[in-house]
């Protein structure tokens, strides 16, 4: 009996800090912005190939999702901005970055013309778009009053 305690209690310990570390793992990306692209859009925010005439969000948080390009000279002033807000609002939303560059499907599937554009995605609302460099006074009145009300 004692050699039975003396080998599950270690694997115990050891499994529940491999969850432990695996959950951690999941919020460890709050407060900053997260780069995606194609595979971790469907799976986390919309999958419009699944769903193409509804829309169906995978999200645990309201998000902005930033269309932009390393090229874009207003993506990369807004990039700052984008970054302040992600830590500012870590408990109440999550702040995306999708390379239409390297992503151009999606881009398309969205139809991003202009750039940056930003996607608002409240709970349980449909999203709404946004384009250009928003200030961060305005970025902050709408995840205030359409994201997390």
Same mark, same amino acid.
């Given at each position: 009996?004692?050699?039975?305690?003396?080998?599950?209690?270690?694997?115990?310990?050891?499994?529940?800090?491999?969850?432990?570390?695996?959950?951690?793992?999941?919020?460890?990306?709050?407060?900053?912005?997260?780069?995606?692209?194609?595979?971790?859009?469907?799976?986390?925010?919309?999958?419009?190939?699944?769903?193409?005439?509804?829309?169906?969000?995978?999200? !645990?948080?309201?998000?902005? $999702?930033?269309? #932009?390009?390393?090229?874009?000279?207003?993506? *990369?002033? =807004?990039?700052?901005?984008?970054?302040?807000?992600?830590? !500012?609002?870590?408990?109440? $939303?999550?702040? #995306?970055?999708?390379?239409?560059?390297?992503? *151009?499907? =999606?881009?398309?599937?969205?139809?991003?013309?202009?750039?940056?554009?930003?996607?608002? $995605?409240?709970?349980?609302?449909?999203?709404?778009?946004?384009?250009?460099? =928003?200030?961060?006074?305005?970025?902050?009145?709408?995840?205030?009053?359409?994201?997390?009300?």
């Amino acid at each position: 009996m004692k050699k039975l305690l003396l080998f599950f209690v270690p694997m115990f310990i050891m499994a529940y800090s491999l969850n432990a570390q695996s959950t951690a793992g999941e919020d460890s990306n709050y407060g900053k912005v997260i780069h995606i692209g194609k595979s971790d859009f469907l799976e986390k925010i919309y999958d419009y190939e699944k769903n193409p005439d509804k829309w169906v969000y995978n999200g !645990k948080k309201a998000a902005i $999702i930033d269309f #932009y390009a390393d090229w874009c000279g207003p993506c *990369r002033m =807004l990039s700052p901005t984008l970054k302040s807000l992600a830590e !500012k609002y870590k408990d109440d $939303i999550i702040i #995306y970055k999708v390379n239409t560059d390297e992503e *151009r499907e =999606l881009a398309a599937a969205f139809g991003i013309t202009s750039l940056p554009t930003l996607l608002f $995605i409240p709970m349980d609302e449909m999203p709404q778009v946004a384009q250009g460099a =928003l200030p961060k006074k305005e970025l902050e009145k709408a995840i205030n009053d359409f994201l997390i009300k």
